[in-house]
């Protein structure tokens, strides 16, 4: 393990807070687990930063778990009075992931492997969530929301149906496209879950590592230009793609989900080695933020990042491998 990830407490009074610290620090977690039920559209952002926090407060406080706890708690009593206990529950639902990370890097584990037991984590507390809400309302949220996403899509189709301004051609192409949503969306679902968690995981890692050292001179993990995968994942990506080609129908909705988590996860690395680059020509942070925007939220981007990704396996790009590692392959 890093010098720096050693210990569970902050450089400042061992990690000791006074009492007005104390009480800000609590009632901040319990607003960001508050707000998003006080308006989704204008604070549901926050929701995505709460492991970022129980990832923070680990860190910086010695007793930060008391203040999760109490800012818990206190956002629990509050959202009785406003009616947003469900909400406040499913806000509460990252909470563990955040633990799970901080845990992770007091232990020195690699970034891969962090993000591995934070993701696990994450995604059994939405499983039970689901499976509590099943059982309590009689109804499977899922089947709920793909029944209402086919009634939207009907009543939709139904306007344009109706509409004296929509070309016949425009409709057909609007009934396949709807058709096609209908048919694909029920069987990717799992995959989308799962990116949504990966994405969350994979933003509170490179986020916190940053936080973390400016505020408390402890490091998680190394630097995110160093963070790469498990050469052996790569068969993953691989065996997704060759199920997805295969003509037995379950075995392609299989793997199609595959392909697109571990399309998502090449993807992170190939971040990291495009960060790994332009940190190394000390490219300015202005060109920096627009590499990273085009790169991350443009098709073609998103494809270069992944084949990137993916080179960094068998290419090593950044000369990261040890000789070591590298002789062992050449006997494979």
Same mark, same amino acid.
């Given at each position: ?11 400042? +009074? ?150 004296? +301004? ?36 994979? +933003? ?129």
């Amino acid at each position: 393990m890093d010098a720096e990830a050693k210990g569970t407490v902050s450089t400042d +009074s061992e990690g000791k807070a006074a009492t007005p610290t104390s009480v800000i620090c609590i009632i901040l977690f319990s607003l960001a687990l508050l707000l998003p039920a006080v308006h989704i559209g204008l604070f549901g952002w926050i929701y995505f930063m709460i492991p970022l926090l129980v990832l923070f407060y680990l860190y910086r406080w010695r007793h930060g778990l008391t203040f999760i706890g109490a800012g818990l708690l206190l956002a629990l009593v509050v959202s009785i009075f406003i009616s947003s206990v469900d909400i406040v529950i499913f806000s509460s639902a990252l909470i563990p992931a955040g633990y799970s990370l901080a845990q992770s890097g007091f232990r020195g584990d690699s970034p891969s492997m962090s993000g591995f037991k934070g993701l696990i984590v994450l995604i059994s507390c939405w499983l039970l969530l689901l499976t509590m809400q099943t059982a309590l309302s009689g109804v499977n949220p899922i089947t709920g929301f793909l029944g209402s996403l086919d009634a939207n899509i009907e009543r939709t189709l139904e306007y344009y149906r109706q509409s004296d +301004s929509v070309a016949p051609e425009t409709l057909s192409i609007l009934e396949e496209s709807f058709l096609q949503m209908k048919t694909i969306l029920p069987n990717i679902l799992a995959s989308i879950m799962v990116s949504l968690a990966l994405l969350i995981i994979w +933003s509170t890692m490179l986020l916190g590592n940053r936080m973390v050292v400016k505020f408390t001179g402890y490091r998680p993990w190394a630097d995110h230009q160093t963070w790469r995968l498990p050469d052996k994942l790569i068969w993953l990506l691989i065996g997704g793609a060759v199920i997805t080609v295969l003509p037995l129908t379950p075995l392609r909705v299989v793997g199609s989900n595959l392909l697109i988590c571990m399309g998502l996860v090449y993807i992170f690395q190939g971040f990291a080695v495009l960060s790994f680059f332009l940190h190394k020509w000390k490219a300015p942070q202005v060109v920096r933020f627009l590499l990273y925007a085009m790169m991350l939220f443009q098709s073609f981007g998103t494809l270069l990042l992944l084949i990137i990704g993916i080179g960094e396996v068998w290419l090593d790009l950044r000369r990261l491998k040890k000789p070591k590692d590298l002789h062992n392959k050449s006997d494979q």
